[in-house]
């Protein structure tokens, strides 16, 4: 009997930094969406952000994560599918290694599957909290309001 969607989604998360796993469930190229799908100044911060292919950048994704941060707690909170969808919403805490800066953010994890193989996996989290957690100093001048003044974060 083939997987769903959402137990192929669950069977790459389960062990993300094992290639023979992530190979196992996903098509050889598959498109792998990190928190964007193209950012040069957010992949400066953290290299693996934007689209890629190929299970080795699930799994390098997931091994430099490991590097940047300690992951404290990840939370499935609901997941669910429909027929070649399935998606994944929880939090999780981590702990950024060279500041020791704890952050907590939902992330969201959607995943396309065809033939009980994933040809599209994204993932995206709140990432100005995540790189708040590599924050060692300056600010930010922002005007976001149409009708608001300028803040400094």
């Known amino acids: 009997m083939s997987m769903t969607a959402v137990e192929v989604m669950q ?5 993300p930094k094992n290639l023979d796993n992530v190979a196992k469930y996903t098509t050889p190229d598959v498109t792998y969406v990190s928190l964007n799908y193209d950012n040069p100044d957010l992949k400066r911060v953290m290299p693996w952000c ?4 190929g299970p080795e950048v ?6 430099d994560v490991n590097r940047y941060w300690g ?4 939370e499935p909170r609901a997941t669910f599918g429909d027929g070649e969808n399935a998606a994944m919403f929880g939090s999780f805490t981590y702990r ?9 953010s939902p992330f969201a994890v959607y995943a396309k599957v065809v033939d009980g193989k994933c ?4 993932f995206m989290e709140d ?10 100093g300056g600010e930010w001048t922002i005007h976001s309001d149409p009708e608001g003044v300028e803040i400094s974060i």
Not at 71 to 74: R, T
Not at 119 to 122: E, I, N, P, V
Request: glycine share 4%; aromatic share 10%; proline share 0%.
């Open 11 to 15: 069977a790459i998360l389960a062990d």
């Open 50 to 53: 934007g689209t890629q292919h």
């Open 58 to 63: 699930i799994v390098k994704t997931f091994v």
């Open 71 to 74: 992951v404290e707690a990840f």
């Open 96 to 104: 950024s290694t060279v500041l020791g800066k704890q952050v907590t």
């Open 119 to 122: 040809s599209y996996l994204q």
């Open 127 to 136: 990432t100005l909290a995540t790189t708040e957690s590599f924050r060692k």
